[in-house]
């Protein structure tokens, strides 16, 4: 398991590059400043938790511990809740797909915290 979120970390790094690129070279031409605006969020929190995923992978294959699953698995539901809605708004517009970004920013908190409870209960 440990494995599978470092490369899952390693793959919404990859795709976030991928993505920020594409934004600052080609979209910039052509999307509004604040649809711009909007992916380079969704980029840039996927980008923190992507690193953030490496570390509950890590830390998961060093202690064993199940706080570090659950932190790994709300990490991938935040990017893919929270950024993908981002995308989704940036590049169509459609607003309604707002009210999921919340949901994401829950699921990164839920990540967060089970990342500090799993550190936390270490001898």
Avoid: C
Wanted: charged share 15%; aromatic share 16%; no cysteine.
């Amino acid at each position: 398991m440990s494995k599978l979120l470092m490369v899952i970390g390693s793959l919404f790094g990859f795709l976030g590059v991928a993505a920020g690129a594409f934004g600052a070279h080609t979209l910039r031409e052509i999307l509004s400043p604040e649809a711009v605006n909007i992916l380079q969020t969704g980029v840039r929190y996927q980008m923190y938790h992507a690193f953030a995923l490496l570390v509950a992978g890590w830390a998961l294959d060093k202690y064993e511990r199940r706080e570090f699953v659950k932190s790994g698995w709300a990490f991938v539901a935040g990017i893919a809740l929270f950024s993908g809605s981002l995308y989704i708004l940036g590049l169509t517009g459609v607003r309604w797909v707002g009210v999921i970004t919340p949901v994401g920013g829950v699921a990164f908190l839920t990540g967060w915290f089970y990342l500090a409870r799993g550190f936390w209960k270490l001898r």
